[in-house]
């Protein structure tokens, strides 16, 4: 009877224990997510410092050739020149137009082109070997055709970046289509949804995440298409920034301009990323690429 007795008394004790162990687990979680956040965060900074740092000891010392590795300070001074002028704000502005226009343009035909293939086989076994030898195509060498088309205009350099941009889409939103997972289509079937219903509650919805990815991947792309039609045809930009200033051997302009286009290309990448956050709560994990536990 004594040990009968005993075994309740102990019961709430250990029902404390255990619930305040529970209790502590998601707190240190949490400390240790802040921990890693802000690691990552130091990470992220310290990176280009020491790089700036290392560079300008280089150049200052001479163990690089200032005339085209100039210090740091000297590329600061013309990016102040530069805004102080205001040019850098005119072509800062023309690059990003071009990428805006040029990304909407491929977006909206490379997303209804990914759909259609990804949820008709009749379409992809039609349309895939098409796009797919024209994928492997550089833009830039259609460039010149879409220059007797549209002429010496900026039309021209928009349909080069939505180009590049559509097969990115394309691609992106076919696979995320054709990945979406069978139980989905047997839930929609299982309550005799019709096509339309399918696509709208359950397809796209899963489709939404790849296709962010995507989207990511095709603004950064654009920026880099922007650069290399910039050099070729434009008088204002970032891409004939560098160009130009190459040209006249002016390193420090030259290097402004890659260091905007650097953060032109993460700035526009990191928007993509928050709305989609944004939009896709429920599938953070799957955006940002990485494990819930680790979160």
């Not at 005799?192 to 219903?197: H, K, T, V």
Request: proline content about 6%; charged content about 15%.
């Amino acid at each position: 009877m004594a040990q009968t007795m005993q075994k309740p008394a102990s019961a709430p004790g250990n029902v404390r224990l255990v619930r305040r162990e529970a209790s502590a687990t998601p707190e240190r979680a949490a400390v240790r997510r802040r921990r890693r956040r802000l690691a990552e965060i130091v990470l992220g900074f310290g990176a280009p410092v020491v790089l700036f740092v290392v560079w300008q000891v280089a150049a200052t010392s001479g163990a690089v050739n200032p005339l085209f590795f100039p210090p740091p300070t000297e590329v600061w001074k013309a990016a102040l020149q530069l805004v102080e002028s205001g040019e850098l704000f005119d072509h800062l502005w023309a690059s990003l137009t071009r990428v805006l226009i040029g990304c909407a343009m491929g977006v909206v035909t490379g997303v209804a082109a990914g759909i259609a293939l990804g949820a008709s086989r009749w379409v992809r076994a039609t349309l895939e070997p098409l796009l797919s030898a024209l994928y492997t195509v550089p833009k830039l060498a259609i460039f010149p055709l879409l220059l007797l088309i549209f002429g010496l205009t900026d039309t021209a350099l928009n349909v080069a970046i939505g180009m590049t941009v559509f097969f990115f889409m394309w691609v992106s939103t076919m696979a995320a289509f054709l990945a979406v997972s069978p139980g989905h289509r047997e839930v929609a079937q299982s309550f005799q949804a019709g096509p339309w219903l399918t696509f709208r509650h359950v397809l796209f919805p899963a489709a939404l995440p790849q296709m962010f990815i995507g989207l990511r991947m095709s603004v950064s792309v654009a920026v880099l298409m922007m650069v290399g039609v910039e050099f070729t045809q434009a008088n204002k930009g970032i891409g004939y920034l560098i160009w130009y200033s190459w040209t006249l051997f002016q390193a420090p302009r030259m290097y402004v301009g890659i260091v905007a286009v650097a953060l032109m290309g993460l700035l526009l990448s990191n928007v993509v990323k928050w709305v989609s956050l944004l939009v896709l709560p429920w599938a953070r994990v799957e955006i940002e690429g990485g494990d819930r536990n680790l979160l």
